[in-house]
Structures are given as structure tokens and as C-alpha cells.
């Protein structure tokens, strides 16, 4: 089925551990967005990407790395995991500038 | 910069009554704007948008909101509510920044719903 895949959809690891998000879309979005979702702060954008190897920072970037080698995947890594970083974490796209954002069903990461 | 204020994190509602959601927003450029729904363990859902034109903009199940320039808001209504509304709502306002519309989300309104 078309649409925006994230996976896994529980993780649960080890402070210090490297971990990568999964974000597969079908729909050939332009563009692709990472944000976290944690309680009492609603969605904050962590990264964004306009296009095929082209990506800049949103409001939480520190401590991540995403790449953008082909359009429809937008990984998302924790180089050393730290429980600040726990959260659930969505994958959005959309087409263009104004539309609106298609999301993913988010993945939730617990790091111990 | 663009802000987003949710006035109310959750909102215990029986049902069939009327609801407001509220939701007021900073901006020194035309926006767009949106509401957002979460059921549990899913993503968000579009409700409905404003991109220009009509100030009263209809979205899915029966939801309602109206842009108020003058009063910088966005308050979400419904006349009835259903068992089945009980999710999170977010407002989210769309403005150019950095050369690419930022989508910034308020922190979410939890609408429960009771018999």
C-alpha cells in the first residue's frame, strides 16, 4: 500500500548505543521531515529535507544525523543514545511548500 | 518567529455537546494554518487547513474553524461530539522561514470525551 512507513515501531536500547530510525515513503514527497514528540511540548522538528541529498537542521537537531541518498528514505540515527532522547518519534512528508504533511505511525524509543 | 499557543491542554467534554478547541498564533508574515488530530498509537491526521480565502473552513467529521486575523486565532469547533472524537488535537501554523515553509506545531489539546 502506498504511504509513509516507520520502523521499528518499539525500540528500546542502551545509553551510549547507536540506533537508526526507519522512514520509507512511496508517494515520491519532495519532501521529509523528523520530529519528536514528547509530552507538554507537542511535535518539535528535529530535521527536514528538501530533496535527495539535501537536508538541513530543525529546532532539536543535536545528537541525530540523518541522510537522504534516495527520496523515499529518511534515516534517522542517534549516534550514542541518551534518555533525554527518549521519546516517539514521527516521519512526515508532503509534496510541496503549503501542503499538508502525511505522517508516518511513529516509532517509540525507550533508552535505558 | 512563528509561535503557537494552545490554550488548553485537555478539555473533558460529554458527549453530544458543542466543543472549542482553541489555539492563537505569532506571526510577522501571511500564514497557513491547520489542526491535526492523534488518535492513540497513530500519526497525526489532517483535520482540516486555511490557505486563503473563506475564514470559516470545514474539515473532516464535522469539524469547524475559523481564521481570525485580527485576533491571530484558530479555534476548532464542533456543534456535537462523539465518543469517537476523545484523541489530541494539534494547531499548526505554516510560514516561509529560511527558504522553505516551517510547520510549527502548538503542544497538543487532549479532548476526552464521556458518556
Known amino acids: 500500500d502506498a504511504g509513509i512507513t516507520q520502523s521499528p515501531r518499539y525500540k528500546i536500547t542502551e545509553t551510549g548505543r547507536q540506533v537508526t530510525l526507519m522512514c520509507h515513503q512511496t508517494?515520491?514527497?519532495?519532501?521529509m521531515f523528523w520530529y519528536r514528540q514528547d509530552l507538554g511540548h507537542g511535535l518539535r522538528l528535529i530535521y527536514y529535507?528538501?530533496?535527495?541529498?539535501?537536508?538541513d537542521k530543525g529546532e532539536v537537531p543535536d545528537g541525530y544525523v540523518v541522510s537522504r541518498s534516495k527520496t523515499e528514505n529518511f534515516p534517522l540515527t542517534l549516534e550514542s543514545a541518551t534518555r533525554s532522547q527518549t521519546s516517539v518519534y514521527f516521519c512526515?512528508?508532503?509534496?510541496?511548500?503549503?501542503?499538508?504533511?502525511?505522517f508516518g505511525n511513529g516509532t517509540r524509543l525507550t533508552v535505558t | 518567529a512563528q509561535s503557537v499557543t494552545q490554550l488548553d491542554s485537555q478539555v473533558p467534554v460529554f458527549e453530544e455537546a458543542p466543543v472549542e478547541l482553541r489555539c492563537n498564533y505569532s506571526?510577522?508574515?501571511?500564514?497557513?494554518l491547520f489542526w491535526y488530530v492523534q488518535y492513540p498509537n497513530q500519526g497525526l491526521q489532517l483535520l482540516l487547513k486555511?490557505?486563503?480565502?473563506?475564514?470559516l473552513v470545514k474539515g473532516i467529521n464535522g469539524f469547524e474553524a475559523e481564521f481570525n486575523k485580527s485576533q491571530t486565532s484558530f479555534h476548532l469547533r464542533k456543534p456535537s461530539v462523539h465518543i469517537s472524537d476523545t484523541a489530541e488535537y494539534f494547531c499548526?501554523?505554516?510560514?516561509?522561514?529560511?527558504?522553505?515553509?516551517?510547520?510549527?506545531f502548538g503542544a497538543g489539546t487532549r479532548l476526552a470525551v464521556h458518556p
Open positions: 508517494w515520491s514527497h519532495s519532501y
Open positions: 506571526s510577522s508574515v501571511s500564514v497557513y
Open positions: 529535507s528538501a530533496a535527495a541529498d539535501i537536508t
Open positions: 486555511y490557505l486563503s480565502g473563506s475564514t
Open positions: 512526515a512528508s508532503r509534496v510541496e511548500g503549503d501542503s499538508p504533511l502525511h
Open positions: 499548526a501554523v505554516s510560514a516561509l522561514s529560511g527558504g522553505y515553509n516551517k510547520l510549527i
